[in-house]
């Protein structure tokens, strides 16, 4: 699976071990049995999700391949229960036109003073906005060349790229620690560059998981499913 975000970002869903069926399997290996058929085992993953005995969904694991601005990137790597192996700056050059421009300005938003809502301006100072942010990155990345081309060091030299340039990551996460961040960076309040990739990886996992995805609807988003018990 594979997703192009924002200008020219990525998501890919790289590799995935286990299932539903696994998180079954390691709930009811307490009691020694196993999967019993798809009628109770969906009402098994319901009734761990809502009484939150999550430990089972810790062994469905995902790897994926990320490619996003450093300042969205930043925001992830705050979820520490899960592993990053990132692109690094000592040893790559970076791509001097890989950087993020926004298709739209936001301004702060006037509930969540740390939040931002899109601006009410006119295409002219919407083309200046761009225009701005593309003139500011680009001489960012010109410093950086020339310190290359005098010898500076990759390490020292990176420090002059802006936020917004394009950084690439693995990252493996098991289930459990996915909807956590899922229930964090799918939120209205979460930046909005960080929460198309949240919604892209969230359609991901949906699709390979697709008991637990309708325990997580019914349970975190409210979309009603008949009350189960398990068995």
Known sequence: MDTALLDKGFVKLVDALGDDVTVV???????????K???????LIRYLMAHGHETPFEHTVFQFHVKCPI????????????????????????????????????VKEKVNKQGSEVAA????????????????????????????????AKEVARILLPQNMY?????????RALMNFLKLRCDVHAQYE????????????FEKMP?????????????????????
């Open 194 to 205: 960080i929460r198309v990739y949240a919604e892209a990886i969230r359609d991901m996992f």
């Open 167 to 175: 950084t690439e990551f693995y990252w493996t996460v098991n289930a």
């Open 121 to 152: 301006i006119s295409d002219e100072e919407h083309a200046a906005f761009r225009t701005r942010v593309e003139a500011e990155c680009r001489r960012s990345v010109d410093a950086y060349k020339e310190l290359l081309e005098q010898g500076t």
């Open 211 to 231: 008991w637990t995805a309708a325990a997580y609807r019914e349970i975190y988003l409210g979309e009603k499913e008949e009350a189960a018990t398990p068995s």
């Open 37 to 43: 058929g798809e009628e109770k085992d969906r009402k």
């Open 25 to 35: 399997k390691s709930a009811r290996v307490s009691f020694g049995s196993g999967s």
């Open 71 to 106: 300042f969205v990137a930043r925001q992830w790597f705050r979820h520490r229960w899960s592993s990053f192996n990132e692109i690094s700056g000592r040893y790559t050059v970076f791509d001097e036109g890989e950087f993020y421009v926004p298709d739209h300005k936001r």
